[in-house]
């Protein structure tokens, strides 16, 4: 009977069962019992535990390896900016340096330029300067000739004279009267041109003895007479400047002691008084 309630009973729960719904599963249970494979496990409680410490124990590592790693960065990063700082002040100072070098090079050089230039300037200069003296002494003596020349100005024929005989003396040994001016001087002394003039003649000339004529650039011509000797250097034609010498005092001819008897003759015509003529061109006997 028992059998047959168990019997009876199962269709009426399978009957009674109700029908499946869609989106929900339907709950199965396992009949097996536990096999041996999950006895020697710990206890669910266990497992939480030591899962919990593993992952605590997991984040304490990994905290400190990000550390020393985000620190090694850190480090990195901080010598790499350095070494890239240190490497641009290591390049400025190169660059630098040789910037130096080249401006201390390019200083050297302007420098000796700059020397080599002053000193040719300095020597240019100085040569200015004596051209200069020389052409302004040249030009004074320039002008000065041409002053004399304009306002024909003479000089007296010799030095350390004194004068005998003056224009228009008579003496029994003049044949009629003197016609110059005498200027009583050792024998041998120099004579000079008056004036600048040109040479017309010298030779000995009766009682003139060794005589002398210029011709003056106004046509008026002097006359050195009683030589001793002419200038040797002295030819017909001859220009010859005032105060070159063209003779040396003697006592040739008519003469009574060595003397320079000088005649002025304007125009070459007749002879006038040297004295004021003389005065005339700035000059006192």
């Known amino acids: 009977m028992g059998n047959h309630r168990a019997a009876s009973r199962a269709p009426k729960r399978d009957a009674a069962a109700p029908a499946n719904v869609a989106g929900k599963r339907k709950a199965v249970k396992h009949a097996a019992a536990r096999g041996p494979l999950f006895r020697g496990l710990p206890s669910a409680p266990v497992l939480l535990g030591v899962a919990a410490l593993a992952i605590s124990a997991g984040g304490a590592v990994t905290m400190g390896n990000a550390d020393k790693v985000a620190s090694a960065a850190d480090d990195f990063q901080f010598s790499s900016s350095a070494g890239a700082l240190n490497g641009a002040n290591g390049v400025a100072q190169v660059s630098s340096k040789n910037r130096g070098s080249e401006a201390s090079r390019d200083s050297g050089r302007g420098a000796q330029a700059a020397s080599s230039d002053t000193k040719l300037q300095k020597a240019a200069e100085a040569q200015a300067e004596v051209r200069s003296q020389v052409l302004t002494k040249a030009m004074a003596s320039a002008e000065k000739q041409a002053d004399k ?137």
């Open 149 to 285: 020349i304009e306002e024909n100005l003479w000089i007296l024929p010799v030095d350390g004279y004194h004068l005998t005989n003056t224009f228009g003396m008579a003496r029994s040994y003049y044949s009629s009267v003197h016609t110059g001016l005498d200027f009583a001087c050792p024998s041998g002394t120099p004579i000079h041109a008056i004036a600048d003039g040109v040479i017309t003649s010298f030779e000995y000339d009766g009682s003139y003895g060794n005589k002398t004529v210029m011709t003056l650039d106004d046509g008026t011509e002097i006359w050195y007479a009683h030589q001793t000797s002419y200038a040797s250097d002295l030819s017909i034609g001859e220009e010859v400047r005032q105060g070159q010498v063209i003779g040396y005092v003697g006592s040739t001819g008519n003469s009574t002691g060595p003397h320079v008897h000088i005649e002025v003759r304007p125009g070459a015509g007749d002879p006038v008084d040297p004295y004021p003529a003389f005065q005339v061109h700035g000059v006192t006997p």
